[in-house]
């Protein structure tokens, strides 16, 4: 039984990876596993391991670990991935396409409903099966398809305005890649900037770590 009020967002950030872990063990037909087993596959100690899943109420079994099919499914229900949270994409220049056409939406609880862009050269290209609409329709759509969550691929500049407006639209979650951090003062709006520039850059750091311990 899930007790998920008031959980760190840390937690929180971990769950996607134990979902996918346990999405491959669930693959090659494995039943149950030890946290301690667990743990190993995932570099985490065991200890974070249960601690971490006693914030959603335990699921392990003294002895037993963990049944992988009935965690991953508790997992995938808090995190949403039994919802169809309708999603609209905004953008659909060469990562827009690439969002749209290699994330799997229907796993992750969210139904890719419409895409948009500015360009009315772009309007009537198939990204997928889907159609891109001019900017133009998107309230109409909004009005009508009642999309939740917004991915945002466009240039940074006019991020912060176009999002105040997809509030006003029933907008309630922002997938934001347009290098602008995000913010919205509206209460019970929820954003996730992502940068794939960070991850390399921790990745750069570590490189640069390893240079100097060689120089040592
Ligand atoms: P792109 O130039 O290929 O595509 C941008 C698309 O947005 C174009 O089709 C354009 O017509 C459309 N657009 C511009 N303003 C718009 C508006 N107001 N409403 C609707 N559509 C609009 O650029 P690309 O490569 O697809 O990159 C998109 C953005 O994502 C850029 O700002 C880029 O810096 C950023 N980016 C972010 C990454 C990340 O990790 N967060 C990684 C790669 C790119």
Redesign the pocket.
């Known amino acids: 039984m899930a007790k998920n009020g008031n959980i760190s967002t840390s937690v929180i950030k971990r769950l996607p990876r134990y979902y996918r872990f346990l999405g491959e063990l669930e693959k090659q037909g494995i039943e149950r596993i030890s946290s301690r087993e667990l743990s190993e596959m995932m570099k985490l100690t065991a200890s974070q391991i249960r601690q971490d899943l006693n914030c959603f109420g335990g699921f392990g079994q003294q002895g037993y670990g963990y049944h992988v099919a009935s965690l991953r499914d508790e997992i995938g229900h808090i995190l949403g991935v039994d919802k169809e949270f309708p999603t609209i994409l ?7 396409k690439a969002i749209a056409m290699h994330i799997n939406f229907g796993t992750r609880g969210c139904r890719l409903a419409g895409i ?4 009315p050269r ?1 309007t009537g290209e198939t990204v997928g099966s889907i159609a891109i609409r001019h ?1 133009d329709e998107i309230e109409e759509f909004c009005k009508e398809e009642h999309p939740v969550i917004a991915v945002l ?4 500049a ?1 991020t912060q305005a ?1 999002a105040d407006k997809l509030v006003e639209l029933g907008i309630k979650s922002f997938w934001n ?3 602008y951090d995000l913010t919205i003062d509206h209460k019970g709006i929820e954003v996730e900037n ?4 960070d991850s390399l850059l921790t990745l750069t750091y570590r490189t640069n770590q390893l240079g100097k311990a060689e120089d040592e």
């Open positions: 905004i953008g659909a220049g060469n990562l827009g948009f862009d500015a360009n772009l900017t691929c466009i240039p940074k006019n176009i890649f347009s290098h992502v940068h794939l520039g």
